[in-house]
């Protein structure tokens, strides 16, 4: 684990990470009630699932950047090839698949946050310049609180 843990580190370092992982630090750093199943029973977020949360939505919005890739991307996690005809939501829908598979909460909303709430989100994600600098496509204010919106229930 600690092996895979280095490679996967090396690997975020090398490719950059974006969008989800900006949003996520808003989302763990905002949260007051949340109190995720097998962590110490306190107000807090996961980061596996603080990114998660807003991935479907990342992804729709960074898709006409590198459409290719983004159906690759669907191919590898959903293990077969991708629909073209699916476009913007072929990745979303394996995403989808798999956190409903392994039982993630459902968007932002199961963490407490409601629509009130998504300024504070918005504000604490457009700080995130390291993340947000090597994102395929630039987050405005506007489209951040889009993604959030469309983050409170994926499913």
């Known amino acids: 684990m600690a092996y895979a843990s280095m490679v996967t580190g090396m690997g975020f370092g090398n490719a950059g990470t974006h969008i989800p992982h900006a949003n996520s630090c808003a989302v763990a750093g905002s949260v007051r009630r949340y ?60 995403i ?11 968007g932002i909303g199961a963490f407490g946050y409601t629509e009130s709430g998504i300024g504070t989100l918005v504000a604490g994600t457009v700080q995130q310049s390291r993340q947000l600098s090597v994102a395929p496509r630039r987050l405005t204010a506007a489209a951040a609180h889009d993604t959030f919106m469309a983050s409170m229930k994926n499913w």
């Open 96 to 106: 989808r698949d798999l956190q409903r598979d392994i039982e993630m909460p459902n």
């Open 35 to 94: 109190r995720a199943e097998g962590y110490p029973q306190m107000p807090m977020v996961p980061h596996g699932q603080a990114v998660a949360s807003t991935a479907m939505a990342a992804f729709r919005f960074t898709f006409p950047s590198d459409p290719a890739r983004h159906l690759r991307a669907a191919e590898l996690i959903g293990g077969r090839p991708a629909d073209p005809g699916e476009g913007a939501g072929a990745l979303p829908r394996v």
